[in-house]
């Protein structure tokens, strides 16, 4: 069954990043905002961009007390002299010299990043706009080298998608393998890479199609096509970046990996069509329930319904057999 009425309030209630971390998450980025403008970071500041789950509204709640994270790209004019692994390693200088934030401070290869208290945190990406002809660049501090890139046309690409699902089903069906992903740990699958496959498997001729008329068929439709590619697919595809080609996301899984992502997601396909095609309300839920855990449904308690039924059923017979007898 679909059940459409309880995937509505599994969303709202477990899988959606709720309303009061969001509006943390907005005060942290604004201070951090603040912060950048007002330090001696020689880059002038265009302007900051969000990037990932947070720009594509994909982030969910963090399982088991984990932190949520946002990612923000702080697109800069290029500094003459400096190579790319002076723009992340002077960022951190800079947060590092605060008060405010030098214990929040770890710097990587690409970005510097806040954490709050194990609570959330906030990944600031320098990008460099129109160091060359390439527009966006991002900076690999490891091996410093500039990185071109298209956060814009990815995240535009995105809600291209995600309007042809209908009903904000892209989105919904995204979050939903993230908390997949998450409770039941059988398979890795970076983010980007997720969506893209996601994303791949949606063109316009769905738009308006029974293929997306809630959030379940949604998501059945998205399980199957992605299944029947990975399937078609024994070793690790390439998976290009459909705003960048030179861009292959594929590689973010090694082959062992890849293996493991496209079990998972073969069994949870069948999951999903066994959940969705059951007649019986109770045997659904139990179904769903080994997809997405006990949270799926939570207020429901199946196994005290069919006892009920079960006690019901008896006592009618009971009933039947005692006016048998007096008649």
Known sequence: MKLTSLFTDFLNNTVNLNTT?????DESVDALKRFIRKSDWEPKIRTFVRQGSWAHRTIIKPIDGDEYDADLLVMVNPVDGWTAKD??????DVFKASETYKNKTKVWDYCVTISYANERKIDLA???VDRTNSGYEVCNAGSDCFEVTTPLEYTAWMQEQNSYS?????RKVTRLLKYMRSIRTRFDCPSILLTTLIGSHISWLDKGTNAFADVP???RTIMQRLDD?????PSRPLVQNPKLLSEDFGKLLTETQYT???ASINKYRKL????YLSDDRDESIELWRKVFGDEFAKGVNVLAEKAEGISAFSGLMRFYESAQWRY
Request: hydrophobic share 45%.
């Open 217 to 219: 068929t949604a998501l």
């Open 260 to 262: 493991n992502f496209r």
């Open 126 to 128: 320098p990008c460099v």
């Open 87 to 92: 723009y992340v390693q002077k960022l951190g």
């Open 21 to 25: 971390r969001i509006g943390l998450l």
């Open 272 to 275: 999903v069509d066994q959940a």
């Open 229 to 233: 590619w990975l399937q078609a697919r």
């Open 166 to 170: 209908g009903l904000n089903s892209f």
